[in-house]
């Protein structure tokens, strides 16, 4: 099994559509959470962090569980500028573990 | 602007000679940092871990006597691509956090990437 695993894309949705990416990660002793993005041969960015709580920003919305060591990206009102490789990031401290990515394109 | 600084961006080599790839943190120190390597539509892929004044500790499938690396300093790591042959083309990525913590809370920061190409 990956450490970290994704949802294979790629996803192709209209603008305005809203999008969810899943991610489920192994090792239960990861202490932090991201999602990054990445543009086409460029480095990837942070797009947020990931708390226990679930955070929110704009039209972002990312979540944790623990229990079920999964985490979550739901993107609502797609924008073109969306489409991109989202990476989900698991942080045990000493190691970063990056998923596949999961590409999305955003289509007119 | 960038915190982690990358160089070069681009670099075209002969087969069988050496590169060497600078990631500098610009304004925190970094007891820490990862290389990564990202072939084409593939995903990044951590090569190893640098680790500031001991050896640095690489992942399973990575030549250590290959892809040499030096933490000489709380804010530079190296990467040295030894004898490079032309599976060695590829982006490679070097990351960094803030050891104090201060910059970013624990966030990654990355460098812009360098695209080595092996002729």
């Known amino acids: 099994r990956k450490e970290v695993e994704q949802d294979p894309g790629p996803f192709n949705v209209p603008e305005g559509a809203t999008v969810a990416f899943n991610c489920t990660y192994s090792?239960?002793?990861?202490?932090?959470f991201f999602w990054y993005r990445q543009d086409c041969r460029k480095e990837p960015k942070l797009l947020m962090s990931v708390y226990s709580s679930g955070n929110e920003d704009g039209r972002f919305t990312a979540q944790l569980n623990r229990a079920s060591q999964y985490i979550s990206l739901l993107i609502r009102d797609s924008k073109l500028s969306d489409s991109a490789t989202y990476l989900c990031?698991?942080?045990?401290?000493?190691?970063?573990?990056f998923g596949a990515g999961t590409r999305l394109f955003v289509k007119a | 602007g960038a915190v982690v600084s990358q160089h070069p961006s681009r670099v075209i080599c002969k087969s069988g000679t050496s590169v060497k790839i600078e990631c500098r943190s610009l304004d925190f120190q970094a007891t820490t940092m990862f290389w990564y390597r990202q072939f084409p539509k593939q995903s990044l892929m951590l090569m190893a871990t640098s680790n500031e004044g001991s050896k640095a500790t690489y992942e399973q499938g990575v030549e250590k006597d290959k892809f040499l690396i030096n933490h000489a300093s709380l804010t530079l790591s190296t990467l040295t691509v030894t004898s490079a042959h032309p599976e060695d083309s590829s982006f490679y990525i070097c990351?960094?956090?803030?050891?104090?913590?201060?910059?970013?809370?624990?966030?990654?920061?990355f460098g812009e990437g360098s695209r080595l190409t092996v002729l």
């Open positions: 090792n239960s002793a990861s202490q932090s």
């Open positions: 990351s960094a956090r803030d050891s104090a913590g201060v910059r970013g809370g624990g966030e990654l920061f």
């Open positions: 990031v698991v942080d045990g401290g000493f190691k970063t573990i």
